[in-house]
């Protein structure tokens, strides 16, 4: 059995993709999705699952940052992109009104946009959300009977946060945030109540490097890697207080239900 990583951002520049891509099978990753937060990340993310199908898969979406540039042709763009077999998603979309570097009328626009394409294509969403709760569960449950499903991409909130996303059949992305005993002290009690069968790991590398990591600066360049999910869900086990063989199982099998990804793809040796 392996692992899969629901997000990671390698069009960043600084994952230089086959050594990281490398190591990350070493760490037993056998399946990762590729982020997509614009049409050109989107486009690329699927370049690269098409290199490697039994390993890679891809999201395709404009990230609330950049909503002030969606219009309806980029609804038409993502529809031509999304007809990829290596897309498992629509997203990263939601709605960040934490520094607004689109105005919240733009994003939200944006996202419920986003939120008819998947609907329409029948894909989960891949969602991004920060200071937005209560705007963004308003436009979900609007779509709630429609949508196929989807994951809160990088949940950091509380308990009762995650309740309501449950309650909208959502399954909750955990970061390296969890290991983080003072940021991540909200999120570290939510998981504690974290049903196993709503639960996906990811790392969002290179960003939320682990808390507690050992450096490998040398190695790594002081950034997270998908080979590191390992080390999260020993964190995350420890909090639900279950095995690494039972988390490995059930994030796996949630992995395989809401993208439809394979089951030999997902435990795919290297």
């Keep these: ?106 994003q939200l626009f944006a996202f419920e946009q986003q939120l ?28 709630r009977k429609e949508l196929k499903g989807g994951v809160v991409h990088c949940f950091t909130g509380n308990t009762e946060q995650m309740n309501r996303y449950l309650d909208l059949d959502l399954y909750i992305g955990i970061t390296g945030w969890v290991c983080d005993l003072k940021r991540g002290h909200s999120l570290r009690e939510a998981v504690k109540s974290l049903p196993l069968n709503r639960i996906l790991l990811e790392t969002d590398a290179p960003y939320l490097r682990p808390k507690g990591l050992a450096n490998n600066r040398k190695v790594d360049n002081g950034n997270n890697e998908p080979a590191y999910l390992p080390f999260v869900a020993t964190e995350v086990a420890n909090l639900m207080a279950t095995d690494i063989k039972t988390l490995q199982l059930a994030s796996q099998a949630n992995t395989q239900a809401l993208f439809n990804i394979s089951s030999s793809n997902v435990s795919h040796a290297k």
């Design 116 to 143: 008819k394409l998947a609907c329409e294509l029948g894909l989960p969403v891949f969602l991004h959300e920060r200071d937005a709760f209560d705007a963004q569960i308003e436009l979900l449950s609007k779509y």
């Design 1 to 106: 059995m392996s692992w899969c990583d629901i997000g990671v951002n390698f069009t960043d520049k600084r994952l230089l993709f086959e050594p990281v891509f490398e190591r990350a099978l070493a760490a037993d990753v056998s399946h990762i999705i590729i982020t997509g937060t614009s049409l050109d990340k989107s486009q690329k993310a699927i370049q690269l699952a098409e290199k490697y199908p039994n390993h890679l898969s891809a999201t395709v979406g404009v990230h609330p940052h950049d909503a002030s540039q969606f219009n309806v042709q980029t609804i038409n763009e993502l529809k031509i992109l999304a007809k990829s077999d290596r897309v498992a998603a629509i997203g990263e979309c939601g709605l960040d009104f934490n520094r607004n570097f689109s105005t919240p009328k733009e």
